[in-house]
């Protein structure tokens, strides 16, 4: 069996993402990392800075509400997602699918707890009359649809109706997100700032010129292992469950119908595509700053071949979220920050390994080339990791 160690895996790395020969368009890099991490807004820009030569905010946008090659989707993990078009097929028909499932089963035990006696047909009516409002074509935010949809603007029981997660929530935005992992609506351009997520949500219709037909479900899940493979790979069985959000019968399904190859990993056995069990190129050494949920970090779940243990509290939280990180040959060295002290909003480095001279002066002028690319723009991230949250710049 073809022994592929952590130094391997690391170059792997580097030279498939864009880390060092960076891509040379907004499609290509999405493509590259089979989709970029979306639940904060900031993150899909600041993870295209660090792989695009030369992008702009602007760039990003365009590619994203203007010319629609890229579109944000719900899907693995219930979590929100860039895809590149041509994978959209394939997320309708499995992850996506998955999670709208849970989704609609969730949302009809909570209206079921709040006294709705047909959820059923609540979700039913519901859904048909938010379509028909966004049939006209014109993007509309969350709370204009709520606003207009008065079946929209109530609350339900969620968690039961007592408890540790007992909770009384709006319901519009649970449609909403209902309607997204079905992708059926769209989250269509950004209603404010770059750096945050706010929605306007559009029909797939208008906004993609239809509804993408979903693959079938054994053929969907290995399009995607297929793809995280390409981007990934090597990885473990449990990587690839995790990432996906999928079953092991799922995984190891697509894994066979891709003719996935096994390897020997420091971790235990991995997986790779049968055309990829050569070495990569040697890659001189490298330094970036990636955003908080960059899918460089996301991309697995046992991630000690890029990572000391040790370190795992301090920069992911407690369900393996991770916050900004500053990287060093493959390594994860530290983090990085804004000045909150200073209105040009710096970015400032926290190393916490002794990397040499070489590699501290490489980071810090990645640390440069991001504060001119901000120009004083101030990042606010929910999923700020233990150490990013526990630092006091002097």
Known sequence: M?????AERRRRLVVRHGLVRRFDRIEDAVRGMTVLHA???????????????GVTVDAVDR????????????????????????????????????VAGQQRAQLTKSLTATGITEPEAWIDEAVAAVLDLLADGTARTAREIREQVPLLDSKIQSGGPSGKWSAVLPVAPVVMTLLGAEGRAVRGANAGHWRLNKPAWTSAEHWLGGIPEPLEESAAYAVLVRRWLATFGPGTEADIVWWLGATKTAVRRALADVEAVEVELDQGIGWVLPD?????????????????????????????????PADKPFLFDTNGNAGNTAWWDGRIVGCWLQDDKDPAAPVRLVIHDDVGKAA???????????????????????????????????
């Open 2 to 6: 073809l022994k592929i160690s952590d």
């Open 39 to 53: 639940t904060e807004a900031a993150t899909v820009h600041l993870s295209l800075w660090a792989r695009v030569a």
């Open 63 to 98: 590619a994203l509400y203007d010319e629609r090659s890229v579109v944000k989707q719900l899907a693995m993990r219930r979590t929100l997602f860039v895809f590149p078009r041509d994978l959209l097929p394939a997320a309708l028909g499995s992850a996506a699918r998955r």
């Open 276 to 308: 990829d069990t050569q070495p990569p190129d040697e890659v001189e050494p490298w330094a970036a700053l990636l955003p908080t949920l960059d899918p460089t970090v996301m991309g697995w779940k046992e991630r000690d071949f890029y990572l000391d």
């Open 360 to 394: 501290h002066a490489a980071l810090e002028a990645e640390a440069e080339r991001l504060t001119e690319w901000l120009g004083g723009v101030r990042i606010t991230n929910v999923y700020s990791s233990p150490q990013m949250r526990g630092l006091r710049l002097p």
